[in-house]
């Protein structure tokens, strides 16, 4: 089997695995207990969250960990704009994952705020003028994802959130799908808030991270006892948070150059061979183990069938629109016409797989559409 799939989710790495273990096992404790094991599991916690923080660049104190990416964007969408509303509008985009769509959709049905949604670039990309531009005086947040799932666009991050700083408006990037590929330091960046996900990097589903600057106001979404400096209570899943500090501390192997320059290959060799093949997503400004395309005259679904009977694990785009029927709305903001949108097919993959398997997995795919166009 090769797995292709690594966007929507990676398997839990071994010393990430031990690292939780104890925190699983006999040092079980409730961080807010006083007694040993108490005491035990608060330090974990805490320096599971320098970890966090010192990978971004942050302070411990503006971690919030959360129960994953669609926890983070929530808790960021809802809570900056909840907490301290200069107005009631969000600048946000077309191609944002629903996590932050939604959030703000919700926002707009229940609370009356104002979503203005960036249009894109055939290429997936915000233009900064026009997101400058849709910065107005009632602007309470503007949310602008750093890398998208479905197509592996990378938007100029930094310049935007300058643009909001100047306009003194807050700006969140869901950085789920960039983690561990670009640097996330949040002050390079001039990020107010930015959401993280462990099971894309190697630590187990259901557990994220929120950062949020200094004293900017959040309203929890989960009231309680308090916890995550009133944030988010409940009490904290220590174990994944060690999880998600060890995924990202020991992040090592192939450089982020050679896994794009491994993806570049792949896309040229799709492109050469695969009939009737059509890159979605910017060639250069994209995640560098992400190749998407489309194959107009087959069918997205019948495409991941025939790759799977070779062996090649792979999916239309979104995992979590998984089952969905319509289109894909990223790629209809791309001006894909919907019935080539239906045929969408995502690559998306680690350093650990080699350009042998993505050879191997470009003669499959040869076949499978050749396979297909025959039976048309
Ligand atoms: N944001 C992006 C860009 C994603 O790709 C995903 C998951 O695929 C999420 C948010 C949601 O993260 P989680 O699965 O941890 O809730």
């Not at 923080?53 to 994953?68: M, N, Q």
């Not at 061979?273 to 997503?281: E, R, S, W």
Request: aromatic share 4%; hydrophobic share 45%.
């Amino acid at each position: 089997m090769i797995y292709l799939d690594a966007a929507s989710t990676t398997a839990v790495r071994p010393d990430v695995v031990q690292a939780m273990w104890p925190y699983l096992t006999g040092e079980f404790g409730n961080p807010s207990s006083v007694h040993e094991l108490g005491t035990s599991a608060d330090r974990a916690l805490r320096d599971a969250r320098a970890a966090v923080a010192a990978w971004l660049g942050a302070r411990p104190s503006e971690i919030v960990f959360t129960s994953g990416g669609t926890e983070a964007d929530n808790l960021a969408i809802k809570g900056i704009a909840l907490a301290a509303p200069r107005g009631r509008h969000i600048v946000t985009s077309a191609i944002e994952h629903p996590a932050v769509a939604e959030a703000c959709e919700q926002l707009a049905r229940l609370h009356g705020f104002q979503i203005t949604t960036l249009p894109v670039d055939q290429d997936g990309r915000v233009d900064p003028a026009a997101f400058r531009l849709a910065i107005r005086a009632d602007t309470t947040l503007a949310s602008i994802m750093f890398a998208n799932n479905e197509i592996g666009t990378v938007q100029p991050i930094a310049e935007l959130a300058a643009s909001a700083r100047e306009l003194g408006v807050p700006f969140h990037t869901d950085a789920v799908q960039a983690a561990g590929a670009f640097d996330l330091d949040v002050r390079a960046l001039g990020v107010d808030a930015l959401s993280l996900s462990g099971h894309k990097l190697g630590a187990p589903k259901g557990i994220g991270a929120l950062f949020v600057r200094g004293r900017l106001p959040v309203e929890p979404l989960i009231s309680g006892g308090g916890q995550e400096r009133g944030k988010r209570s409940g009490t904290e899943n220590v174990a994944f948070a060690v999880g998600l500090a060890a995924a990202v501390k020991h992040r090592t192997g192939t450089s982020v150059a050679e896994l794009a320059a491994r993806r570049d290959r792949f896309i040229a060799e799709v492109l050469d061979t695969v009939p009737g093949a059509i890159l979605t997503g910017s060639r250069t400004d994209r995640l560098p183990g992400h190749a998407s395309f489309c194959f107009p005259g087959t069918g997205g679904e019948s495409v991941l069938l025939e790759l799977e009977r070779h062996g090649i694990l792979s999916s239309s785009g979104s995992a979590c629109a998984a089952g969905a029927t319509e289109p894909s709305p990223v790629l209809l903001a791309l001006g894909i016409d919907p019935e080539v949108a239906h045929t969408a097919v995502r690559f998306t993959f680690d350093d650990d797989i080699s350009d042998d398997q993505l050879q191997e997995a470009a003669v499959a795919l040869r076949a499978a559409i050749n396979s297909l166009h025959a039976v048309a």
